[in-house]
């Protein structure tokens, strides 16, 4: 893990418009070892992303909170406190291959042209396809999930380490 002394951070306050204009109680930070964007809103959500990654996020109903973030390219790590504010549908992460919801968790979530991955540190997180969002898995600590346009059932695993450390080690983890 990277250490506070090591880390080179520009604090810029920005409002971040929702799908409707609404506006969201988040700033937006860049970091610079490794480079992330990172929006940190009032209620305790973290969303760091890697620089080249896309990431919109979602206020459905215009209050403030997020509901969810679309991603369309590269990796958005998630830290979710127990006791944020959650919806019953749960935070999700949108990709286009998947839907990942989830409640009071640290996850990963990577997407390329191919798939995404999602991965969880603690916690639990509903898993699935996009365009079958009925049918889904539950990933628990250590496991992880890759949903491509394939029509097979989503099978989880436990990562091994390399895995988990390759990807988690682009945010700095």
């Known amino acids: 893990m990277r250490t506070g002394a090591r880390l080179a951070v520009v604090a810029v306050l920005t409002v971040v418009a929702g799908p409707v204009g609404a506006q969201t109680r988040c ?4 970091r610079f070892d490794p480079p992330l964007r990172v929006l940190r809103c009032a209620d305790g959500l973290v969303l760091e992303t890697e620089t080249a990654g896309t990431l919109r996020p979602v206020d459905r109903d215009g209050d403030g909170h997020l ?16 006791s944020r504010r959650v919806r019953r549908e749960g935070f999700q992460i949108l990709t286009p291959h ?3 919801s989830v409640r009071g968790t640290v996850y990963a979530v990577d997407v390329t042209r191919a798939r995404t991955s999602v991965f969880v540190e ?7 396809r996009r365009d079958a ?21 989503l099978e989880v695993r436990r990562w091994p380490q390399e895995r988990v450390r390759s990807l988690l080690e682009r945010f700095g983890r």
Request: hydrophobic share 40%; proline share 6%.
């Open 133 to 153: 969002p009925q049918i889904a898995v539950t990933l628990g600590p250590g496991e992880g999930v890759d949903v491509d346009d394939g029509r097979d059932a």
């Open 67 to 82: 509901e969810g973030a679309e991603i369309g390219g590269h990796a958005v790590f998630v830290t979710i406190p127990a």
């Open 122 to 128: 603690q916690g639990h997180v509903d898993v699935a």
């Open 27 to 30: 700033t937006e930070t860049t």
């Open 98 to 100: 998947a839907i990942a």
